[in-house]
């Protein structure tokens, strides 16, 4: 969607936790545009205060509605993982309550189903969710080293491995990630999340002989086809990087234009300081040969 | 290979951890043929003490040998999982260190390589390796279900979807296991094996709401294509339903003719106990239309 076709009034920003929502915000704000920040209490970070915001609870549907009409909010940016909320312990308000029907819906079905049954329900009610990357393109990983080190020979043939697994697992609507070392695949991501595999990468690699010095073997992040984007992109930060050099990796590899940079200034610099390459990957991967 | 083309002399059973060492034995025994195992310390069980035995230590590369002739042991089996050694705390004996050229060979690459060179190694020196499935058959899981319960409509549709991610993982040489549960795929197996597959889906399944009671969800597990599966042939044991059961799973689905039944009995009673179900699949899936 081209950027004159952003509605006028501030951007509303629904914010789970991480750098990101407020990532979002200054990068909106720098292009002059106004944002209000929706931040889900216990979730996003305490730093969101520093824009205009508004907290809101589990729950807090009729809440949320009238802080996007009451500041003017047409188009909707949702950013930041959530951990996911005991239905049990939400108090609902009367705006959630008229929503019951739907909120009882999201309990059927994949992570998957929930997101782009909510993208459909804010839809349904006049306003447009928008991607991150699509408001602030800036955010988006570069296709390219972004690192003092690139990856060697070695590293490249990981890359492709692993971006075979990727492929493989996308189309059948599974996992963003996949970690290679020297040709050994050594975990596939599900619904466990990529830090989580990295953690059991690290654990693996301890117990291994053959750890001969030096990084080695990569990590590898794509959306998947058909993954609802505007709400779930893949992400990676500083944090990544770190749980990276844990597992024994020589570097991450990831689909540009597709993975989202929590913190580029400190992503990288923690790349580089960990002696760890960065690169942004040509996506899809077979396109345009 | 036809059971006459088993050359005389005692099975040599090279045994690793776990109950299928001694079901190997046992089930030889009961056919008429005499075994000798070969327990490696550390890993094999003291139950192989019930049988003509001999304990070797990691690196005692010599000894194997020379007890495999003095015992005219010509066919082998080598069963049951092992540790892997710390090769700089291995003493390695002078049979060893003769074949220190091939030992440091295996330091270079993937476990199916690893696998695959100590079975051309073993071979070199005149022994034929056979596979456990091949000497005991009845230790394979049969086609069909094994237990009370059997999957339901639900179930089959999981089975259905983890049988394609296997499959297409199983083409990219990775894994031998995936869990799908409400068409959702919660978990694929890379090198950290299957059970530590199934503890990450606990895990997951604490974490989530939408656990309305009863079991949902299933483990299948199948060999990749090419898998050395005379020394490398997945196996399951009561073990691995209580996993599944703690994975809040309502089943397994295996292989048949292609996965081990450490210990027959127990796993399927076990599995009635949790109430879950243990199915032997048609395999490979798609042949035979």
Partial sequence: MPAENISQGPLGIIAGNGALPCAVAESLIASGRDVHIIGIRGEALPAIQS???TW?????VGKLFVTLQGHGCRDLVIIGGVKRPDLANIKFDFGAIKSLPFILSLTIGGDDHVLSSVVRYIEGKGYRVRGAGDVAPELLVPKGRLTGKGPSKDDEADIETALRVVDALGRLDVGQGAVVAKGHV????AAEGTDAMLERCAELRKRRVRRKGGLSGVLVKAPK???EERVDMPAIGP???RHAASAGLAGVAVAAGRVLLADREATISTANELGLFLVGLDWP???DG
Avoid at 56 to 60: T, V
Avoid at 186 to 189: C, D, I, N
Wanted: glycine share 10%; no cysteine.
């Fill in 51 to 53: 824009y205009p915001h």
């Fill in 56 to 60: 809101i609870k589990w729950g807090e």
């Fill in 186 to 189: 050594l975990a596939v991501e």
């Fill in 225 to 227: 086809p058909g993954q």
């Fill in 239 to 241: 944090n990544t990087l």
């Fill in 285 to 287: 991967p077979l396109a």
